[in-house]
């Protein structure tokens, strides 16, 4: 199927897949033994969404250096994003692949059939939009096998409660599982958190976080084309529908959010924040549909009272700034020094970034190539690894400041947590003929967020 007609170049467009799926059994107590001990077997592994992510995070697995591994199945809804995953992995790590036809898997129950090509032990590849975690998830670990997920890995409440019981059936089944917050593995920021536990920095009394850039990925849509169906439309521009991503703030801002609360080493407790749509017209005048703020800006408050602000910003020609700080009582450091975790990461003797750091990092590796170093090792060595529990709670910190901003009211992590506006709850159950999660008024237009007018529901 083309794209044209949807104007839908992709950055992280993932597969789309879901069918029905029954309630997963509770699994064994007992440990499941390794099949790849020591390095010496074959690891194969299935991608499960062949968006711009899924296929970079393909490449990542299938360039690891601890023993034989190969891709042998791949699965998305839309065929042309298979095909071009297909087209672009062949390219570049084609002898790593074995990927014939019939192990090529289209429709929203491909996600089933690209694991049922896998052994035991095998890795899973879950890279579609985040509402589709807890389902495939589900599936995976019935199929004993290990996981990389991405992030987001949930939006709201009821799916965050329902991935933080899958993670300890995961952990009980003795499955890795790896969770696409790679600054965890940049080691700059290693070295920092290292540094700032050590008392460099003293009390960590603030920290700031930015993103601001121009309009990127899916952020904001035009009305739905007449021959596309709502869930096809809205699946692949997932970015502007909070069902399928937690939006711009969820999937955009996460990175900031995890990075900077492990410098402290705790979640927020609470969060009030601002937001507003500023332009929500295309230069021709037609009006966005999507659902996502122009701008963000969160005050995170911790137990001990210190704060983490962070702002957003999807607008064009204002400021671009993408970085992160850690302000304590004996300095300051620079954390991400661009994008979401690029170094050097710096100390500094005083509150300003400026003359000779007290100590600068120097390492460039590849944040997304460690992240799977450091998982397959985990399963070649069968070492206890599972990032869910962390991956979910840092889904959690990010959902609570989008909350904030989208209803004007403070939200407690504990709030969040037990909310209960499930964003899609049939979810495993949809499929192009049907209505889509988030259904359009007669003018084509979708619910947006209404701050204080709805205190207790985004939309």
């Not at 690891?43 to 970079?56: D, F, H, N, P, Y």
């Not at 807890?134 to 096998?145: D, E, M, N, S």
């Not at 924040?273 to 005048?285: I, M, T």
Request: contains cysteine.
């Amino acid at each position: 199927m083309s794209t044209d007609k949807f104007n839908l170049p992709s950055r992280r467009e993932f597969l789309q897949t879901t069918g029905s799926l029954a309630a997963a059994t509770m699994l064994s107590k007992i440990p499941l033994p390794t099949v790849h001990p020591g390095g010496s077997d074959l690891i194969q592994v299935a991608l499960v969404g062949c968006g711009g992510r899924g296929s970079g995070a393909a490449v990542n697995a299938l360039s690891t250096k601890s023993g034989p591994i190969k891709l042998v199945a791949m699965a998305d809804v839309f065929a042309d994003r298979l095909n071009s995953s297909f087209d672009n992995l062949k390219q570049s790590v084609g002898a790593s692949m074995d990927v014939p036809d019939d192990r090529k898997f289209l429709g929203f129950d491909a996600y089933k059939h690209a694991m049922d090509c896998l052994k035991p032990g095998d890795v899973v590849i879950l890279t579609t939009p985040p509402a589709f975690r807890w389902v495939h998830f589900t599936y995976a670990i019935q199929k004993k096998l290990n996981v990389f997920m991405e992030k987001p890995v949930t939006v709201d409440g009821p799916s965050s409660r329902r991935m933080l019981k899958l993670a300890d059936e995961a952990k009980a089944a003795n499955l890795k599982v790896g969770v696409g917050l790679m600054s965890r593995h940049a080691t700059n920021l290693i070295e920092l958190h290292d540094r700032v536990q050590s008392g460099q920095l003293g009390e960590i009394v603030l920290m700031r976080g930015y993103r601001m850039h121009d309009p990127a990925g899916y952020f904001e849509s035009l009305p739905k084309p007449d021959n596309v169906s709502h869930v096809e439309y809205q699946i692949r521009r997932f970015h502007s529908f909070l069902w399928a991503s937690g939006g711009c703030f969820s999937d955009f801002y996460i990175h900031h959010v995890d990075h900077l609360c492990w410098m402290k080493n705790a979640w927020p407790v609470s969060a009030q924040a601002l937001g507003g749509r500023h332009y929500r017209q295309s230069p021709e005048g037609i009006t966005y549909v999507d659902q996502n703020f122009d701008t963000y800006s969160v005050e995170y408050t911790f137990a001990d009272g210190s704060k983490f602000y962070f702002d957003g910003r999807c607008v064009t020609g204002a400021q671009g700034i993408y970085s992160s700080y850690v302000h304590g009582t004996k300095g300051m450091a620079i954390a991400a020094r661009a994008n979401d975790c690029g170094g050097p990461s710096a100390i500094f003797h005083g509150q300003n970034p400026t003359g000779k750091p007290k100590w600068q990092s120097t390492d460039t590796s590849n944040p997304y190539q460690n992240e799977w170093e450091t998982l397959i090792d985990a399963i070649r060595h069968d070492n206890p690894y599972t990032e869910v529990k962390r991956g979910v709670e840092a889904s959690l910190t990010a959902s609570m400041g989008r909350m904030a901003a989208h209803t004007g009211q403070q939200v407690t992590f504990d709030e969040m947590l037990n909310c209960e506006h499930e964003f899609a709850p049939n979810v495993d159950k949809l499929s192009f003929e049907g209505d889509a999660p988030l259904m359009p008024d007669e003018t084509g237009r979708y619910p947006v967020p209404r701050p204080g007018l709805s205190p207790k529901r985004e939309f």
